[in-house]
């Protein structure tokens, strides 16, 4: 069973830097692309960041780019969101993804990302 | 503001159809595969659809997506209490390089 396990979350204040990471199981993590995508409260999913598999080629959305770098670890199975220059409209769930035939096929539970001061 | 477009909101009676569109462009529905996703209240998204009409695992079959043009369409037949959820199309995006989700419709009971 595929597992997607996002690491805590937190409050931070505008400008401040947070990473985040997704542990996964259940599936060959090398061999596959990762996904990061947000929610923020009470709006819509927009979509972060992508890495391929061999981490040859990152992808970016434009409200990110810049100040988000997604990085890999295949060998501790683990996907990171390291965001930078964090705004109050970063505030969301973000949520990892296993991506894999053109759609995120499974998703972790979510962690939420405060940016406040 | 999303460049692809979905109704806000669609209803049906129990047991009836329901009919989701999701419309872009070129560069997206024209060119990529749709996906569709499911999200209940308080919980994580899950995929529906891929690859514009493929149903992953366990996914029921009164769930069926097609795509025709820039267009794309997610049908729900035989509506239950548990389908009360936001559903929003996604794609690959190729003038932009980034994944695009709809902004969602939200699923109700008459």
């Known amino acids: 069973e595929v597992q997607l396990l996002e690491s805590e979350g937190g409050f931070v204040q505008p400008g401040g830097s947070l990473r985040l990471s997704c542990a996964a199981s259940?599936?060959?993590?090398?061999?596959?692309?990762m996904s990061w995508v947000r929610q923020a409260p009470g709006k819509g999913l927009e979509w972060v960041s992508a890495?391929?598999?061999?981490?040859?080629?990152?992808y970016y959305s434009d409200s990110v780019r810049g100040r988000f770098t997604i990085f890999r670890d295949d060998s501790k199975n683990t996907v990171y969101l390291q965001m930078n220059s964090l705004r109050d409209d970063d505030t969301a769930m973000y949520y990892c993804?296993?991506?894999?035939?053109?759609?995120?096929?499974?998703w972790g539970q979510g962690t939420l990302v405060t940016v406040s001061s | 503001q999303s460049v692809l477009t979905q109704p806000p909101s669609v209803s049906a009676a129990p047991g009836q159809k329901v009919t989701i569109s999701c419309s872009g462009g070129?560069?997206?529905?024209?060119?990529?595969?749709v996906s569709w996703y499911q999200q209940l209240p308080g919980t994580a998204p899950k995929l529906l659809i891929y690859?514009?009409?493929k149903r992953p695992s366990g996914i029921p079959d009164r769930f069926s997506g097609s795509k025709s043009g820039t267009s794309a369409t997610l049908d729900i037949t035989g509506l239950q209490t548990g389908d009360e959820a936001d559903y929003y199309c996604?794609?690959?995006?190729?003038?932009?390089?980034?994944?695009?989700f709809g902004p969602g419709s939200q699923v109700t009971y008459l």
């Open positions: 259940g599936f060959t993590f090398s061999n596959s692309a």
């Open positions: 690859e514009n009409n």
């Open positions: 070129s560069s997206n529905i024209g060119s990529g595969y």
């Open positions: 890495i391929s598999a061999g981490a040859s080629g990152t």
């Open positions: 993804a296993q991506r894999a035939l053109h759609a995120e096929q499974k």
């Open positions: 996604g794609v690959w995006d190729n003038s932009l390089s980034a994944y695009v």
